[in-house]
DNA sequence: CTGAAAGCGCTTACAG
DNA sequence: CTGAAAGCGCTTACAG
């Protein structure tokens, strides 16, 4: 592969001059700058990133480690970071942890090494050592969707409120007559794993309704962990009228337990799920999820992160997670209650409010 | 970030010994190695893989460049080759192309720039001019899904071949009755978008069927083209009593469609989807779909391209796909009919087959 | 406007 | 077994 060398050997000139026409420095004649230009051309030059970026020490990179690839909450929140970089002149290597703390931690120190210049996570752990030691290291960096609480550093947090929304669900719930409700949960040391749980536990308080330990089922995220909870839900002597999974994968797991046994939703079992995807629509039957302004988030994630790098003060963001209406708790009351629950909405659009 | 230099001197020993424990090459007293060790540990020092690779001239890093990661075939594609890459030692870099060329040669270039070891490609087109002069140039590289035909270098191709799967799949349509077919295709200039057309006229002929151009809707692998080309059929004068989508996210468009008028599958119109994803089970009704080894394909793809980059003979590999009849396309026969059609399988395993 | 030179952090013959 | 030195491909003060 031709080298800057090269470059400035077919054209004449120094490899300084080489180097600032490809950086546009504006002291070059026009002359030196067409030589360039053409050799370039000529040899089909591309500039070595790696050398460079020794040099320069930036690599104008993004490192994103997300908790699992299958799920299409992450896959969405992905492909807007990708979008929001790449606008921004920073390109992005995305690290599948699977939700494993080991994985994760393999891909950051696989990014460290390559010294990205940021790094957007959202942890699968209550924090590692080496997350902690990154945190406080040098290396500018977000937390998305998920965080480490208790830090002893400042790590902006951008991510979706679904509280009110976990509230709108259950008067949704409630107003349907159902009782006993249950909570598939992610891990508790995600924030994400134990914020649901709250925030289902407190809406329920408000109705005066209990969540008993042998309706909190310990997920992992993942559609096996799903499907295990409700086959223990399905196995009690009085099962939950309602499941409500913490992410859309655990659902899809719920889903294939009621199934297996033959059993129907919303009749023998009610179903909603935290995160919405547009295969939700076409389910049997279409299932009730709150939706998160995924695509904002992603993009928001990647402006504080630039921010950090370039040295301007970054924003934690919050936004509201709202409640999508379908048949899976069963029928949906009339269309004419003054609770701010939207029935539906376009199949892949997010919504965004701040 | 401390440096090689750093831990040299609080080791007290030169940078050549240092890295020479870092390589384990073994001609290091055990003194020092002990010594290096201890500095590494209380430095926290992490080789520069930057650094590393512009001496090296290798960055153990593969570059991955697949058509759309919204599409859950190529997630799990992808999952699957960073998980083998990982286990033969190299990271991965993932490009999204969205479907999008221009995007694809955006990604090409920035990997190629970052001085990758190996690509893995599946083209969005029929071939720009980056992707042949990358073919020819000395980068080693591999097709996995879909290819380029006609290369005049040899370019290692994984994939499937799913024309036995569609030849199964027109048998069980025509079983039930079905005689007016038609077929949300791909983009002709992919392989993947014509050889699924040509399989499934193919196999129409053999029942005398044809396959009016009325019939053959072009789409381009993603939801919102299913949505618009099945509306397009809806409005015919005399509707197809079947579509194929050619990949999962034009069925989930078709869906959108159909629903959108009020109709039903299989009752209005039926749907089967080449690509099977674990949702299919769920939907309403279950989709029939031919189901790819994707699995076994991003692990074969690995395999051939770090043949390729440490100087082995790669392998081409083609595994075949099968159809997974569901209840899309109306009742399936009874199961002892003695075709070689799967009636079902567990939802998230591939199987391969060679 | 231009070039010679230093240096980014490593690895690796070469000499001892 | 060990170190001094060259060099990977760039960028960027510095001097002219």
Redo the contacts with the bound molecule.
């Keep these: 592969m031709a080298?800057?060398?090269d470059v400035a050997a077919e054209a004449g000139?120094?490899?300084?001059?080489v180097?600032?026409v490809?950086?546009e420095h504006?002291?070059?004649?026009v002359?030196?700058r067409a030589r360039v230009l053409a050799a370039v051309e000529a040899l089909g030059y591309r500039?070595?990133a790696v050398?460079?970026s020794?040099?320069?020490?930036q690599t104008r990179t993004l490192g994103l480690v997300i908790s699992d690839v299958m799920n299409p909450y992450f896959t969405t929140l992905a492909r807007s970071v990708e979008e929001e970089a790449r606008a921004l002149g920073y390109s992005v290597i995305i690290g599948n942890a699977d939700e494993r703390p080991d994985l994760q931690d393999h891909h950051v120190r696989t990014l460290l090494d390559r010294r990205i210049d940021g790094l957007l996570v959202s942890p699968t752990d209550g924090g590692s050592p080496l997350m902690l030691d990154t945190a406080r290291g040098g290396t500018p960096m977000v937390f998305v969707d998920r965080w480490i609480p208790g830090l002893d550093v400042d790590v902006p947090v951008v991510r979706a409120d679904g509280r009110q929304a976990v509230r709108d669900l259950v008067a949704h719930l409630y107003g349907l007559g159902h009782r006993r409700l249950a909570i598939i949960a992610g891990p508790a040391a995600t924030t994400t794993g134990s914020e649901r749980v709250e925030a289902f536990r407190e809406a329920l308080a408000e109705y005066g309704l209990p969540l008993p330990d042998a309706y909190t089922g310990q997920g992992d995220f993942q559609a096996e962990s799903g499907r295990r909870v409700t086959d223990a839900f399905l196995d009690l002597a009085e099962p939950p009228e309602v499941v409500f999974a913490a992410d859309n994968l655990m659902a899809l797991g719920a889903l294939d337990a009621v199934r297996a046994r033959g059993m129907r939703v919303p009749q023998d079992i009610a179903l909603a799920a935290f995160d919405d995807i547009p295969w939700f629509v076409h389910t049997d039957p279409p299932v009730t999820a709150i939706a998160q302004p995924t695509g904002e988030l992603g993009r928001a994630a990647v402006r504080a992160l630039v921010d950090m790098i370039e040295g301007r003060p970054p924003q934690s963001v919050t936004l509201a997670a709202h409640l999508v209406v379908r048949r899976s708790c069963g029928e949906p009351a009339p269309a004419t209650t003054p609770t701010p629950i939207s029935s539906e909405e376009p199949p892949v659009t997010n919504r965004s409010q701040s």
Excluded: F
């Design positions: 080298s800057i060398k000139v120094s490899v300084a001059t180097s600032r490809l950086n504006p002291s070059v004649s002359d030196a500039p070595n050398a460079r020794l040099r320069t020490d």
